[in-house]
């Protein structure tokens, strides 16, 4: 085939435009956007970010994804005040675009990064010339309608065909957590973090002034940007000391450092090949192109051999760098995907990259602090990323974007910079993390046991329950055990100095598994 523009294929991949909205309860001009109106201003800017004539862009789209919003991301669930019956061609007629392909993706904060990393493959053989992707929430705005009498419909029906991918849950959590009240991501989170300290030899103090310093940066990044849903600054003391604002949710986190679900936010890019933005007049100093890209899964949460990491992360991380050409000590930005603590020291302990505050970890302030706009919230990640490249031509930027429970994580490095589309080698790699052995596990579990993690959740009711993955002394079998209602001793146990590798017993019952101090 002919190659044009410097050397390039005329297919290949580039990003073109990118757009974000949002709003808060209480500013001025506050609107009620839901999810979709917020998702097709983004794409509206998306669009105008071009540069080039609105009206041409949107007839040029011949594919739209959209990223499932929360509310639709649980099977059974209504949207308590409505919603579209084909989200992403609700946001392509409000922005004059009629797409041959649409498709709503799976659950997972991976998402937008995965898109991406799909539709450019996608471009770059062929099969698609301009793919408009975006994804919104408008949780905060839903939660206080609920509340009133003034309720708005946000139900509308969309014709078209529609490639909904479902919802993507096997292997996240299975009726054996469910059981066992393993059922927040705060809590399956913990479990992770408290195995990381217990493997760094660390107190709880020690490790809560880490997460602190990690986070504490992330805040200052938040104040300063318009979108951020809680645009405040916050001391690393301020972040992780229990208060009547900041409380226990489950240890070793306190609400601070958790993603804010309360948000009203959407964000798109628009992705086209070289030859259709040349085509469009699309500026050249506006193309953002791809340079690595991994998509990988971990094994499922039980099934690992180590919870105090997650090594498929680090490998897709690895090897977007690697087709990159780049290390991770040259990006200029760094966007890693902040649900919780563990998602973002995971990585930097893979890449040794600080998690002092001394490297500046995201571009936007993180999901606690800017907001975890449900599965979206990478796309916003990735908007700033390509927005601050423009303003550093030549410079290298990373995405990190994570899904379910340290599950799934898809990664892209960005430049200004032209490169050939490379084909990633995730596929082999995901071959090799399928081939390491599971753990055996003990669904019913009796007898003498240690614990290898934990962690206790607080209910707002004051409620403590316990929650341990340990090992049986006989065979070293894992288990999932919870604590019994009232049980203090325990909850004694769990709640001070290291519980990790201390002896307990377990039995089993009918309601599933619990544990107690010898």
Not at 117 to 126: K, Q
Not at 402 to 424: E, I, Q
Not at 481 to 503: H, K, Q, S, V, W
Request: with cysteine; charged share 20%.
């Amino acid at each position: 085939m002919e190659t044009t523009f410097e050397g390039l294929d005329p297919r290949t991949p580039v990003i073109v435009g990118v757009g974000q909205s949002s709003e808060r309860i209480g500013d001025p001009g506050y609107q009620r956007r839901s999810a979709v109106e917020l998702a097709a201003a983004a794409a509206r800017e998306a669009i105008t970010d071009t540069g080039a004539d609105a009206a041409a862009i949107s007839a040029a789209i011949d594919t739209v994804a959209g990223v499932r919003q929360f509310e639709i991301s649980v099977p059974g669930v209504p949207a308590p005040l409505g919603r579209s019956t084909n989200y992403p061609r609700s946001v392509a007629v409000r922005v004059g675009a009629a797409p041959k392909r649409a498709i709503l993706e799976v659950v997972g904060g991976q998402g937008p990064q995965h898109l991406v990393n799909e539709l450019a493959a996608t471009i770059a053989g062929g099969g698609c010339r301009a793919a408009l992707i975006f994804g919104s929430e408008a949780i905060s705005t839903m939660r206080l309608l609920l509340e009133g009498a003034d309720r708005p419909d946000f139900s509308e029906t969309v014709e078209g065909d529609l490639e909904d991918r479902g919802h993507g849950l096997d292997g996240l959590v299975s009726q054996h957590q469910i059981a066992h009240g393993l059922t927040s991501a705060a809590s399956q989170y913990a479990l992770f973090d408290n195995a990381r300290r217990a493997r760094l030899g660390q107190t709880r103090q020690e490790y809560a002034a880490g997460m602190g310093a990690l986070f504490a940066p992330f805040t200052k990044v938040a104040a300063a940007n318009r979108h951020a849903a809680a645009p405040v600054e916050r001391t690393a003391e301020e972040l992780v000391t229990p208060s009547e604002r900041n409380r226990l949710i489950a240890e070793p986190y306190t609400r601070y450092v958790v993603a804010r679900e309360k948000v009203n936010q959407g964000a798109a890019v628009l992705l086209m090949s070289v030859a259709e933005a040349a085509r469009l007049g699309v500026p050249r100093d506006r193309w953002v192109f791809l340079h690595g890209h991994a998509d990988l899964r971990e094994r499922d949460l039980l099934d690992r051999a180590d919870l105090s990491t997650s090594p498929a992360s680090v490998m897709a991380a690895r090897h977007a760098l690697e087709l990159a050409e780049v290390a991770a000590g040259d990006l200029a930005t760094i966007d890693l995907y902040s649900c919780f603590p563990i998602a973002v020291s995971n990585i930097c302990d893979g890449l040794g990259l600080p998690a002092d505050g001394s490297r500046e970890l995201t571009v936007t302030g993180g999901l606690p602090f800017f907001g975890g706009a449900g599965n979206n919230y990478s796309m916003h990640a990735i908007a700033e990323t390509v927005q601050r490249l423009r303003a550093q031509p030549g410079a290298y930027g990373m995405v990190g974007a994570n899904g379910g429970s340290l599950s799934k994580y898809s990664v892209g490095v960005y430049s200004t910079r032209p490169a050939p589309w490379r084909a990633d080698d995730s596929a082999a790699l995901q071959a090799e993390i399928d081939s390491w052995p599971a753990v055996e596990q003990a669904i019913q579990a009796d007898g003498r046991a240690v614990i290898e993690t934990y962690t206790v959740k607080h209910g707002r009711n004051g409620k403590r329950t316990g929650i341990v993955i340990g090992r049986l002394e006989g065979d070293g079998r894992r288990f999932i055990a919870r604590t019994t209602d009232g049980d203090e001793r325990m909850l004694a146990l769990l709640g001070t100095g290291e519980p990790i590798g201390r002896p307990v017993y377990v039995r089993s019952s009918e309601f599933g598994n619990r544990v107690t101090a010898e």
